[in-house]
């Protein structure tokens, strides 16, 4: 039987001859097998071509956005970092502020174990925590807790002593600090000389002596008690303070028209009246005396400025 082939000529379009290629069957097959590998190799080498480059755009992205965790991760160390200095800021503060109070707040302020990166999983468990799934290493849960809970400790430590500060501050608006008017200590608190009988005899205030006219004020926060008008104090005002304090203000000049009732509200700094020579005085003064719990005391263990 005779074999078959297939003839391919070759035509070129120049005026040289033309070229005829014979291939056997045999050869077709080899060629078309061959072919056919070829083809899948090619398929096989574009699927991990493209494969790659797929992975290769994953890791990219992957390593940037390692990169910009690593940088969130460190900013949020350092604003840990910070807060903590803050919060310890804050604890310091608040207990120097206890301090100057003389407050023995039951907020104790105790500063837990540290919080930034660097933390081990052994300090995480002594703290109590545990490190949030995909959360920062270096920064156990338990510490982070801890850190609130001081900020807590510190923010109502810090509501405690600005409670007593505004009573304090109450308190002294309403404890005698000045003198009731301008001018010099004439008689001094204690045992004198008495100018109209020359006999010696205890003197209950001090005598400030000035111009007449001269307004006398209220020397600290109160309630006017009395108004009222004798032979020794002549036109005298008595004021009632915080913590058993009274201060009374004697000699006051005549006026018309009352500058204050009993009963009324007065600050420090108000006119009350002013200065005479009303009842058993020698000359315009004004005297005043300070009396706590009853007792009149030196006013002077009052007055912080002259």
């Known amino acids: 039987m005779a074999?078959?082939?297939?003839?391919?000529?070759i035509v070129p379009h120049t005026k040289t001859s033309t070229k005829t290629l014979c291939f056997s069957?045999?050869?077709l097959r080899v060629l078309a097998g061959s072919g056919a590998v070829l083809?899948?190799?090619?398929v096989v080498f574009l699927v991990d071509y493209v494969s790659m480059s797929a992975i290769r755009q994953r890791y990219k992205a992957l390593t940037r956005e390692t990169a910009e965790q690593k940088i969130?991760?460190?900013d949020y160390e350092k604003s840990i970092g910070e807060l903590q200095a803050a919060v310890s800021n804050s604890e310091t503060l608040t207990k120097k502020i206890n301090i100057l109070l003389g407050?023995?707040?039951p907020e104790v302020l105790k500063s837990p174990a540290?919080?930034?990166g660097g933390g081990s999983d052994t300090?995480?468990?002594d703290s109590g925590g545990s490190v949030?799934?995909?959360g920062p290493q270096g920064l156990p849960q338990g510490s982070i807790q801890g850190l609130i809970q001081r900020a807590q400790n510190a923010e109502n430590n810090l509501s405690i002593a600005v409670n007593a500060s505004e009573s304090k501050l109450v308190e002294l608006a309403m404890t005698p600090s000045t003198l009731p008017t301008v001018g010099w200590l004439s008689s001094p608190f204690g045992m004198r000389t008495d100018p109209f009988t020359g006999n010696v005899q205890m003197h209950w205030g001090v005598d400030i002596s000035t111009n007449e006219g001269n307004p006398v004020k209220a020397t600290a926060d109160g309630i006017v008690i009395k108004v009222q008008k004798d032979k020794y104090l002549g036109n005298n005002v008595t004021i009632s303070h915080a913590n058993g304090i009274s201060t009374v203000y004697g000699h006051m000049m005549d006026t018309k028209t009352r500058v204050i009732h009993e009963g009324q509200s007065v600050k420090r700094g108000d006119i009350i009246g002013y200065v005479g020579h009303t009842g058993k005085a020698v000359g315009p003064h004004v005297h005043y005396e300070v009396h706590r719990d009853g007792k009149p005391v030196n006013p002077y263990s009052y007055i912080l400025e002259e």
């Open 123 to 125: 300090d995480a468990a």
């Open 72 to 74: 969130k991760i460190a």
């Open 39 to 42: 083809a899948l190799a090619l």
């Open 132 to 134: 949030p799934p995909g």
């Open 114 to 116: 540290g919080v930034g």
């Open 25 to 27: 069957q045999r050869k």
């Open 3 to 9: 074999k078959k082939f297939l003839s391919v000529i």
């Open 103 to 105: 407050l023995k707040s």
